[in-house]
Structures are given as structure tokens and as C-alpha cells.
């Protein structure tokens, strides 16, 4: 392993660490060289599918893209890096398990929205905003409506509204 302070390539392991799940490996190590500690990561290999984009065009699954999608989603929202790449690891095993050799872009931004929408109810709807290019402000609201509608549900299940918060009788613009 590359120090990536000098490049040197001697270094030693200090302390390794399984992930709760067990499927990684955290690792500190010291350089020999600048004695300077960083940390690396060891994850087994899987083979994931290939990505079939709507244009057609195949690529390679990239974890780091579905990570950058989570993030920009979560922006200013109050969610840990670690929360997001949790969920990464989540959709990843979804794809694996299903054990197929290509699978559509579609199903996986499906896959980040169900996961958005149980974590976050407005990261799901800024993800969904982009991926589902909402044509008109009335299919997007129509989206928020729903989310609205589900939640006074919840509420009223639970026989109390929100703290703080008065019940939301439509989302229609005063005349």
C-alpha cells in the first residue's frame, strides 16, 4: 500500500477493524518512511452489473456515482456521510443480490429514491426532481402532495399533528 503523504510503499499496520455488517475492513496503517498514519479500506470484490444508461450505452457500475447522487440529494439536510454510505452499501447489496448481468440506470435511481425517501422526505424530492425531470410545476407538486398526504396519515394514525406545526389543508396558491 502506497503512503499517500511520500509514496513510499513500506508501511505497517496499527489497528484493524471489521464494519458492523462484517464486509469491511478498516485498517490503520503507519508509514515507514514519514511515519504519518492514514487509513485504508478492504472490501471484497464483487462483480456488479453493468449499467444500461437510457441512451443505450453500457458502462460499469460505480459506487462513487450513486454516493455523489446521495450526497448532492442530502446537501444542507442533517445526514452523515457515514448515514449515505450506508445507504450506498444498501443499493449495492440490492443489485448484487439480484444477480443479474446488466441492469437499467432507472432501476437503480428507483433504488436511491426508495432509500432517499425513507431517509430524508426532502432529499427524495430534490432527487426525484432531477431524475424524474418533473415537466410542469403540477407534476411536482402533485409529488409533494403525496408526501404531505402521507404524513398527516401517519399523524393522524398516531392521534397528534406535528410539534409546532398546524395541519396542512392544501398546497393550492391563495387566490
Given at each position: 500500500?502506497?503512503?499517500?503523504?511520500?509514496?513510499?510503499?513500506?508501511?505497517?499496520?496499527?489497528?484493524?477493524?471489521?464494519?458492523?455488517?462484517?464486509?469491511?475492513?478498516?485498517?490503520?496503517?503507519?508509514?515507514?518512511?514519514?511515519?504519518?498514519?492514514?487509513?485504508?479500506?478492504?472490501?471484497?470484490?464483487?462483480?456488479?452489473?453493468?449499467?444500461?444508461?437510457?441512451?443505450?450505452?453500457?458502462?460499469?457500475?460505480?459506487?462513487?456515482?450513486?454516493?455523489?447522487?446521495?450526497?448532492?440529494?442530502?446537501?444542507?439536510?442533517p445526514i452523515s456521510i457515514t448515514t449515505i454510505e450506508?445507504?450506498?452499501?444498501?443499493?449495492?447489496?440490492?443489485?448484487?443480490?439480484?444477480?443479474?448481468?446488466?441492469?437499467?440506470?432507472?432501476?437503480?435511481?428507483?433504488?436511491?429514491?426508495?432509500?432517499?425517501?425513507?431517509?430524508?422526505?426532502?432529499?427524495?424530492?430534490?432527487?426525484?426532481?432531477?431524475?424524474?425531470?418533473?415537466?410542469?410545476?403540477?407534476?411536482?407538486?402533485?409529488?409533494?402532495?403525496?408526501?404531505?398526504?402521507?404524513?398527516?396519515?401517519?399523524?393522524?394514525?398516531?392521534?397528534?399533528?406535528?410539534?409546532?406545526?398546524?395541519?396542512?389543508?392544501?398546497?393550492?396558491?391563495?387566490?
Amino acid at each position: 500500500m502506497k503512503c499517500p503523504f511520500c509514496s513510499h510503499l513500506e508501511n505497517r499496520v496499527i489497528d484493524s477493524r471489521l464494519s458492523r455488517d462484517g464486509d469491511v475492513t478498516r485498517r490503520r496503517r503507519e508509514c515507514e518512511r514519514c511515519e504519518r498514519r492514514f487509513t485504508t479500506y478492504e472490501r471484497v470484490e464483487e462483480i456488479l452489473p453493468l449499467v444500461v444508461k437510457k441512451d443505450g450505452r453500457r458502462e460499469p457500475y460505480d459506487r462513487l456515482k450513486v454516493i455523489a447522487g446521495l450526497k448532492k440529494a442530502c446537501e444542507k439536510r442533517p445526514i452523515s456521510i457515514t448515514t449515505i454510505e450506508e445507504a450506498a452499501d444498501r443499493i449495492e447489496r440490492i443489485l448484487q443480490s439480484g444477480g443479474e448481468k446488466e441492469i437499467s440506470s432507472a432501476v437503480i435511481c428507483e433504488e436511491i429514491m426508495r432509500h432517499l425517501y425513507d431517509l430524508d422526505k426532502v432529499a427524495y424530492v430534490r432527487f426525484a426532481s432531477v431524475y424524474r425531470s418533473f415537466q410542469d410545476l403540477d407534476a411536482f407538486m402533485s409529488e409533494l402532495k403525496e408526501l404531505i398526504s402521507e404524513r398527516n396519515g401517519r399523524e393522524k394514525k398516531r392521534g397528534r399533528q406535528h410539534p409546532g406545526r398546524r395541519p396542512t389543508a392544501t398546497l393550492a396558491p391563495k387566490p
